[in-house]
Nanobody, 126 residues
């Protein structure tokens, strides 16, 4: 059974940094993409970033480009989201997700992912 466990959320001032981690277990992820989405109160779940496990190709949502970096540690089966220059509008619950690749593209929509973590809260104060 696939399990995703996020950690690293918390409270930070605007302009600060946080690094989220997502430890994955339950199968091999070599043919997966892994991603991060976020959801603020009253809003839809928003794509943040994703990485293709095999060749570490990455994509980012427009709102985080240039500030966030997704990476993975193959030996630890862990995906990271380094978040710099944080803004109050980055406040949300951040979810880690994984899914088998269905096309050559790195997926950026919720329906393309199969498993989700429980989420970790990130709060950015102004």
């Amino acid at each position: 059974q696939v399990q995703l466990v996020e950690s690293g959320g918390g409270l930070v001032q605007a302009g600060g940094s946080l690094r989220l981690s997502c430890a994955a277990s339950g199968r091999t992820f070599s043919t997966d993409a892994m991603g991060w989405f976020r959801q603020a109160p009253g809003k839809e779940r928003e794509f943040v970033a994703a990485i293709r496990w095999s060749d570490i190709s990455t994509i980012y949502g427009d709102s985080v480009k240039g500030r966030f970096t997704i990476s993975r540690d193959n030996a630890k089966n862990t995906v990271y989201l380094q978040m710099n220059s944080l803004k109050p509008e980055d406040t949300a619950v951040y979810y880690c997700t994984t899914g088998r690749l269905r096309t050559v593209l790195v997926p950026a929509t919720t329906r393309e992912y199969d498993y989700w973590g429980q989420g970790t809260q990130v709060t950015v104060s102004s």
